[in-house]
């Protein structure tokens, strides 16, 4: 167990609907990193967020956003969802997100749109 | 830029054997250099890395990794095979200077060992 929290497990829904995945770090990391794997693209870092503040922004769709609360929570929300959208979503968390630091991940997220 | 290579999709050995799993990568200065294991339908779980110091760096359940910068390599290793150690390697990369500190993943082996 790495001991970052991510909600829900499972998530089923239809096109052109909303959806929000929540995650929550270790306690004390204060860095978050957002992240798609699917079979054909591999694991693609979306964004980092880090004490509030967003640090890096990867391959992100215009129709997905995220945030990090101040008790260092962070959600992720997809909207307009597209078949292709469908993959597992990971959180990851890291002390202060230094290039030397570890990443410890959840257990993902798995979406899938019909 | 950064990027990693895993030029293996898949490994296959016997149980008791040694494995290695092989990455190569490409930075423009001294590289931070990752491995994570992923079972199936969990996530990812760290390995290893190395920093600076030890070319042969030793981690979690058995594994250690051998940095060469001569051939730019952090080949992972074990010295023998358990089936269940059955699962999904990356290798991932990170410039500690310049860059945002966002690792670049390869796209997996997937290490299968047979009893």
């Known amino acids: 167990d790495s001991g970052v929290t991510q909600t829900p497990k499972h998530l089923i829904t239809a096109t052109g609907q909303r959806v929000t995945l929540r995650c929550s770090p270790r306690?004390?990391?204060?860095?978050v990193y957002w992240y798609q794997q699917s079979l054909d693209q591999g694991l693609q870092f979306l964004i980092q967020?880090?004490?509030?503040?967003?640090?890096a922004k990867g391959n992100i769709l215009e129709r997905f956003s995220a945030q990090q609360f101040p008790d260092l929570h962070s959600e992720l929300n997809l909207s307009s969802l597209e078949l292709g959208d469908s993959a597992l979503y990971f959180c990851?968390?890291?002390?202060?997100?230094?290039?030397?630091?570890?990443?410890?991940f959840g257990p993902g997220t798995r979406l899938t749109v019909l | 830029a950064q990027s990693v290579a895993q030029p293996e999709d898949q490994v296959n050995v016997a149980e008791g054997n040694p494995l290695t799993v092989k990455c190569t990568y490409s930075v423009s200065g001294n590289p931070y250099l990752f491995w994570y294991v992923q079972y199936p339908n969990r996530g990812l779980q760290f390995l290893l890395k190395?920093?600076?110091?030890?070319?042969l760096v030793k981690g979690s359940y058995g594994f250690e990794a051998e940095f060469n910068k001569s051939q730019t390599s952090f080949h992972l290793k074990k010295p023998s095979a358990l089936v269940s150690d059955s699962a999904l390697y990356f290798c991932a990369v990170r410039e500690p200077s310049g860059g945002s500190y966002i690792p670049t993943f390869g796209r997996g082996t997937s290490l299968i060992v047979h009893p």
């Open positions: 190395y920093i600076t110091g030890d070319n």
């Open positions: 967020y880090y004490n509030g503040e967003e640090r």
């Open positions: 990851a968390s890291s002390v202060e997100g230094s290039a030397a630091d570890t990443q410890y």
């Open positions: 306690s004390g990391d204060l860095s």
